[in-house]
């Protein structure tokens, strides 16, 4: 949900977020027309702290300069209009693979340069931090409820069916080539390095990889099952040329499944079954090297 939210999208969850943590002592601010924000998205009373979010979806075009401007831009805006009640000052962002270097040697030459105030950088783990902070009743209001074991016995075919006719629309229908899946090794959740987090989601979810699988044999559109493994393996390979973790491919692949916000617990058991699936036929993920060669 960060990763995906950009501009007020990630302004918006970031205040929910604080206003759930620190109740009224926190307070939402907005841009008033051609006025702007002065440099704040948010003002914690307690601690005179102001807030200011930077939200961006596509955070592997993002420019070292552009980030670094936004940074000096927003300070001084903050500094220049609230002065007389501030007292921190922290930047809030959504980029989930990092931030380029210029980027935190820009900070810390803020931080040398305005002993005054303290600066501080909330990226996607810091709000997270945050989040887990909260009760489970209020995660649940925000990110939506968490499916369970039990909930992954409850496998609905119809809600598959429904992910799988969204995929396909953005889905080529060009002639897939012969050949039939390869059977998932035993290993290769450990192969891959796979987040606990992942690899007990994935686990359930093969489980039920099995209806999927009948389900794609028994589709109208033959090809479908096909198709949908050939696009997965492409937006794969094209996420592990970017450099990201295991765990963060699955995130984006779990994202383009189920889309932005907050997901049912039928749609989540869902699209960790198509995710299975998709695991089992080796379509994502690698196999074993030494069985590669082979």
């Not at 979010?53 to 300069?65: I, P, Q, R, V």
Request: hydrophobic share 40%; charged share 25%.
């Amino acid at each position: 949900m960060v990763r995906s939210a950009s501009g007020t999208a990630f302004q918006d969850f970031f205040s929910k977020v604080m206003e759930k943590r620190y109740g009224a002592d926190f307070q939402r601010v907005r841009a008033m027309g051609s006025l702007g924000d002065k440099g704040c998205d948010g003002y914690l009373q307690s601690t005179g702290c102001v807030f200011q979010c930077y939200g961006k979806t596509e955070d592997a075009a993002l420019k070292s300069k552009t980030l670094v401007q936004k940074l000096k831009g927003d300070y001084a805006l903050a500094r220049k209009h609230l002065d007389a009640i501030m007292k921190e000052w922290h930047f809030g962002h959504n980029l989930v693979n990092g931030v380029p270097v210029e980027f935190v040697t820009a900070v810390e030459t803020l931080k040398a340069a305005n002993p005054q105030h303290v600066i501080g950088v909330i990226g996607p783990a810091a709000l997270e931090e945050r989040v887990f902070e909260l009760d489970d009743h209020v995660i649940a209001s925000l990110l939506g409820p968490a499916a369970t074991a039990e909930d992954s016995q409850n496998l609905r075919i119809d809600e598959v069916a429904k992910l799988v006719a969204s995929l396909m629309v953005s889905i080529d229908t060009k002639p897939v080539p012969e050949g039939d899946p390869i059977p998932v090794p035993v290993d290769k959740l450990e192969t891959n390095k796979l987040p606990p987090r992942w690899r007990g989601l994935i686990e359930s979810g093969l489980k039920n990889a099995p209806f999927v699988a009948e389900y794609m044999d028994r589709h109208p559109e033959p090809e479908t099952g096909k198709r949908l493994a050939r696009a997965f393996n492409v937006r794969y390979r094209a996420l592990r040329q970017e450099r990201l973790d295991p765990g963060q491919i699955m995130d984006r692949l779990y994202e383009g499944i189920t889309g932005m916000g907050s997901v049912s617990v039928v749609r989540q058991v869902a699209a960790v079954a198509l995710l299975g699936h998709l695991f089992e036929s080796c379509d994502i993920f690698e196999d074993h090297p030494s069985k590669v060669a082979a």
